[in-house]
Protein backbone atom coordinates (compact mmCIF):
# COMPACT_ATOMS: atom_id res chain seq x y z
CA UNK A 1 0.00 0.00 0.00
CA UNK A 2 1.18 3.77 -0.76
CA UNK A 3 2.02 6.04 2.11
CA UNK A 4 2.99 9.59 2.33
CA UNK A 5 5.39 11.20 4.63
CA UNK A 6 5.29 14.86 5.35
CA UNK A 7 7.98 15.31 7.70
CA UNK A 8 7.95 19.05 8.77
CA UNK A 9 4.44 20.00 10.25
CA UNK A 10 4.97 23.87 10.35
CA UNK A 11 7.14 26.18 8.53
CA UNK A 12 8.13 29.37 9.17
CA UNK A 13 8.97 31.46 6.58
CA UNK A 14 9.45 35.79 5.77
CA UNK A 15 8.00 36.93 2.80
CA UNK A 16 10.01 37.23 0.17
CA UNK A 17 12.35 34.32 0.87
CA UNK A 18 12.54 30.76 -0.50
CA UNK A 19 10.57 27.41 0.75
CA UNK A 20 10.74 24.30 0.47
CA UNK A 21 8.82 21.95 1.42
CA UNK A 22 9.66 18.20 1.73
CA UNK A 23 7.55 14.72 0.57
CA UNK A 24 8.59 10.99 0.86
CA UNK A 25 6.43 8.85 -0.30
CA UNK A 26 6.10 4.56 -0.46
CA UNK A 27 4.89 3.21 -3.75
CA UNK A 28 5.78 -0.17 -5.24
CA UNK A 29 6.11 0.90 -9.08
CA UNK A 30 6.24 4.28 -10.57
CA UNK A 31 4.31 6.77 -8.65
CA UNK A 32 1.46 9.54 -9.90
CA UNK A 33 2.78 12.14 -7.48
CA UNK A 34 0.82 15.77 -6.30
CA UNK A 35 0.81 18.54 -4.25
CA UNK A 36 -2.08 20.28 -2.63
CA UNK A 37 -2.88 23.36 -0.94
CA UNK A 38 -5.58 24.20 1.35
CA UNK A 39 -6.21 27.78 2.60
CA UNK A 40 -8.51 28.20 5.83
CA UNK A 41 -12.09 26.85 4.67
CA UNK A 42 -10.79 25.89 1.43
CA UNK A 43 -10.99 23.01 -0.06
CA UNK A 44 -7.66 21.00 -1.57
CA UNK A 45 -6.19 23.28 -4.46
CA UNK A 46 -4.36 21.35 -7.55
CA UNK A 47 -0.49 22.97 -7.29
CA UNK A 48 0.87 20.30 -9.60
CA UNK A 49 1.14 17.22 -11.15
CA UNK A 50 4.36 14.49 -11.50
CA UNK A 51 3.00 12.16 -13.80
CA UNK A 52 6.21 10.80 -16.20
CA UNK A 53 8.63 12.45 -17.97
CA UNK A 54 10.63 15.69 -16.96
CA UNK A 55 11.48 15.33 -13.49
CA UNK A 56 11.07 18.87 -12.69
CA UNK A 57 7.40 20.04 -12.95
CA UNK A 58 6.25 23.49 -13.02
CA UNK A 59 2.54 24.49 -11.34
CA UNK A 60 0.57 27.38 -10.27
CA UNK A 61 1.56 30.10 -8.13
CA UNK A 62 5.00 29.99 -8.84
CA UNK A 63 5.62 26.94 -7.42
CA UNK A 64 7.63 23.61 -8.71
CA UNK A 65 8.18 20.47 -7.35
CA UNK A 66 11.22 17.87 -8.33
CA UNK A 67 10.98 13.93 -8.42
CA UNK A 68 13.58 12.28 -7.35
CA UNK A 69 13.19 8.41 -7.58
CA UNK A 70 16.51 7.29 -5.80
CA UNK A 71 15.32 9.40 -2.90
CA UNK A 72 11.58 8.65 -2.63
CA UNK A 73 11.30 12.55 -2.47
CA UNK A 74 8.97 14.48 -4.36
CA UNK A 75 10.31 18.18 -2.85
CA UNK A 76 7.98 21.63 -3.58
CA UNK A 77 10.03 24.83 -3.71
CA UNK A 78 9.11 28.90 -4.34
CA UNK A 79 11.83 30.55 -4.87
CA UNK A 80 9.86 33.65 -3.45
CA UNK A 81 7.31 33.55 -0.79
CA UNK A 82 4.43 35.95 -0.74
CA UNK A 83 2.39 36.71 2.13
CA UNK A 84 -0.76 34.66 0.17
CA UNK A 85 1.19 31.80 0.33
CA UNK A 86 0.61 30.85 4.11
CA UNK A 87 -1.23 27.85 3.94
CA UNK A 88 -1.65 24.14 4.56
CA UNK A 89 0.06 21.90 2.23
CA UNK A 90 -0.57 18.39 1.22
CA UNK A 91 1.69 15.48 -0.72
CA UNK A 92 -0.47 13.02 -2.22
CA UNK A 93 0.73 9.47 -4.18
CA UNK A 94 -1.85 8.49 -6.55
CA UNK A 95 -2.22 4.73 -7.14
CA UNK A 96 -5.04 3.12 -9.82
CA UNK A 97 -5.55 -0.75 -9.16
CA UNK A 98 -8.60 -3.03 -9.59
CA UNK A 99 -11.03 -0.72 -7.36
CA UNK A 100 -9.93 1.98 -9.66
CA UNK A 101 -8.08 5.07 -8.38
CA UNK A 102 -7.05 6.01 -5.11
CA UNK A 103 -4.75 9.02 -3.48
CA UNK A 104 -2.94 8.69 -0.44
CA UNK A 105 -2.10 12.47 1.12
CA UNK A 106 0.19 12.97 4.13
CA UNK A 107 -0.29 14.67 7.02
CA UNK A 108 0.45 18.26 5.03
CA UNK A 109 2.91 21.04 6.28
CA UNK A 110 1.66 24.32 7.90
CA UNK A 111 3.15 27.04 6.16
CA UNK A 112 3.03 30.81 8.10
CA UNK A 113 4.72 33.76 6.48
CA UNK A 114 6.48 36.18 8.34
CA UNK A 115 5.74 39.82 7.03
CA UNK B 1 -21.28 23.00 -12.44
CA UNK B 2 -18.42 24.94 -12.55
CA UNK B 3 -17.20 22.87 -9.89
CA UNK B 4 -17.77 20.33 -7.01
CA UNK B 5 -20.34 21.48 -4.41
CA UNK B 6 -20.99 19.93 -1.36
CA UNK B 7 -23.67 20.80 1.23
CA UNK B 8 -24.24 21.67 3.92
CA UNK B 9 -20.90 23.67 4.43
CA UNK B 10 -21.17 22.81 8.36
CA UNK B 11 -23.41 20.71 9.97
CA UNK B 12 -23.70 20.56 14.40
CA UNK B 13 -25.26 17.53 15.03
CA UNK B 14 -25.45 16.00 18.91
CA UNK B 15 -24.20 12.43 19.48
CA UNK B 16 -26.55 9.56 18.02
CA UNK B 17 -28.00 11.41 15.41
CA UNK B 18 -28.02 10.44 11.57
CA UNK B 19 -26.93 12.98 9.57
CA UNK B 20 -26.58 13.05 5.14
CA UNK B 21 -23.60 14.89 3.41
CA UNK B 22 -24.64 15.57 -0.22
CA UNK B 23 -21.96 15.75 -3.23
CA UNK B 24 -22.93 17.60 -6.56
CA UNK B 25 -19.79 16.56 -8.74
CA UNK B 26 -18.72 18.48 -11.74
CA UNK B 27 -21.05 17.69 -14.62
CA UNK B 28 -19.79 14.20 -16.62
CA UNK B 29 -17.54 13.29 -14.23
CA UNK B 30 -16.84 9.30 -14.03
CA UNK B 31 -15.14 9.40 -10.56
CA UNK B 32 -16.23 10.38 -6.82
CA UNK B 33 -14.34 10.08 -4.06
CA UNK B 34 -15.16 11.02 -0.70
CA UNK B 35 -12.15 11.91 2.32
CA UNK B 36 -12.41 12.41 5.57
CA UNK B 37 -10.28 14.91 6.99
CA UNK B 38 -10.07 15.30 11.30
CA UNK B 39 -8.66 18.50 12.61
CA UNK B 40 -5.12 19.32 11.72
CA UNK B 41 -4.61 16.07 9.58
CA UNK B 42 -4.23 14.72 5.61
CA UNK B 43 -7.65 13.70 4.25
CA UNK B 44 -7.74 9.80 4.64
CA UNK B 45 -9.81 8.24 1.64
CA UNK B 46 -13.22 6.83 2.23
CA UNK B 47 -14.64 5.44 -0.61
CA UNK B 48 -14.85 5.66 -4.50
CA UNK B 49 -17.70 5.10 -7.28
CA UNK B 50 -17.10 4.95 -10.88
CA UNK B 51 -20.61 5.95 -12.00
CA UNK B 52 -23.14 4.66 -9.68
CA UNK B 53 -20.80 1.37 -9.13
CA UNK B 54 -19.04 1.68 -5.30
CA UNK B 55 -16.01 0.17 -6.31
CA UNK B 56 -14.03 0.51 -3.29
CA UNK B 57 -15.13 1.49 0.28
CA UNK B 58 -12.60 -0.18 2.49
CA UNK B 59 -12.03 3.10 3.88
CA UNK B 60 -15.32 3.32 5.56
CA UNK B 61 -14.68 3.48 9.44
CA UNK B 62 -17.41 1.54 10.50
CA UNK B 63 -20.80 0.12 9.41
CA UNK B 64 -22.57 3.56 10.42
CA UNK B 65 -21.15 5.11 7.56
CA UNK B 66 -22.64 4.46 4.34
CA UNK B 67 -22.50 6.21 0.53
CA UNK B 68 -24.38 6.23 -2.56
CA UNK B 69 -24.70 7.45 -5.59
CA UNK B 70 -27.53 6.03 -7.40
CA UNK B 71 -27.60 8.01 -10.76
CA UNK B 72 -23.72 8.29 -11.41
CA UNK B 73 -24.27 11.94 -10.78
CA UNK B 74 -25.00 12.92 -7.16
CA UNK B 75 -23.58 11.45 -4.34
CA UNK B 76 -24.62 11.01 -0.41
CA UNK B 77 -22.59 9.98 2.56
CA UNK B 78 -25.07 9.04 5.34
CA UNK B 79 -23.53 8.76 9.10
CA UNK B 80 -25.53 7.09 10.81
CA UNK B 81 -25.77 7.66 15.07
CA UNK B 82 -22.88 9.88 14.88
CA UNK B 83 -19.95 9.89 17.41
CA UNK B 84 -17.96 12.79 18.55
CA UNK B 85 -15.00 10.68 16.80
CA UNK B 86 -17.00 11.46 13.87
CA UNK B 87 -16.68 14.79 14.16
CA UNK B 88 -14.30 16.28 10.76
CA UNK B 89 -14.73 18.27 7.52
CA UNK B 90 -15.89 15.47 4.52
CA UNK B 91 -14.15 16.62 1.15
CA UNK B 92 -15.67 15.41 -1.83
CA UNK B 93 -13.69 15.09 -5.08
CA UNK B 94 -14.56 14.12 -9.08
CA UNK B 95 -12.66 13.21 -11.69
CA UNK B 96 -13.51 12.65 -15.80
CA UNK B 97 -12.09 9.73 -16.46
CA UNK B 98 -11.26 5.87 -14.66
CA UNK B 99 -7.71 6.40 -14.56
CA UNK B 100 -4.87 9.00 -13.63
CA UNK B 101 -3.48 11.02 -16.59
CA UNK B 102 -2.32 14.41 -17.04
CA UNK B 103 -5.90 15.33 -17.74
CA UNK B 104 -7.96 13.61 -15.08
CA UNK B 105 -6.98 14.58 -11.65
CA UNK B 106 -9.13 14.87 -8.73
CA UNK B 107 -11.17 18.59 -8.28
CA UNK B 108 -11.92 18.54 -4.44
CA UNK B 109 -15.07 20.47 -2.81
CA UNK B 110 -15.02 22.78 0.05
CA UNK B 111 -16.18 20.30 1.92
CA UNK B 112 -18.57 19.71 4.66
CA UNK B 113 -17.49 20.00 8.57
CA UNK B 114 -19.43 18.14 11.05
CA UNK B 115 -19.27 18.82 14.50
CA UNK B 116 -20.68 16.28 16.78
CA UNK B 117 -21.36 17.30 20.51
Known amino acids: AQSVTQPDIHITVSEGASLELRCNYS??????LFWYVQSPGQGLQLLLK??????LVQGIKGFEAEFKRSQSSFNLRKPSVHWSDAAEYFC?????????????FGGGTRVLVKP | GAGVSQSPRYKVAKRGQDVALRCDPI?????LFWYQQALGQGPEFLTY????????KSGLPSDRFFAERPEGSVSTLKIQRTQQEDSAVYLC???????????????FGAGSRLTVL
Open chain 2, 93 to 107: ASSPGQVFSGANVLT
Open chain 1, 27 to 32: YGATPY
Open chain 1, 50 to 55: YFSGDT
Open chain 1, 92 to 104: AVGAYGAAGNKLT
Open chain 2, 27 to 31: SGHVS
Open chain 2, 49 to 56: FQNEAQLD
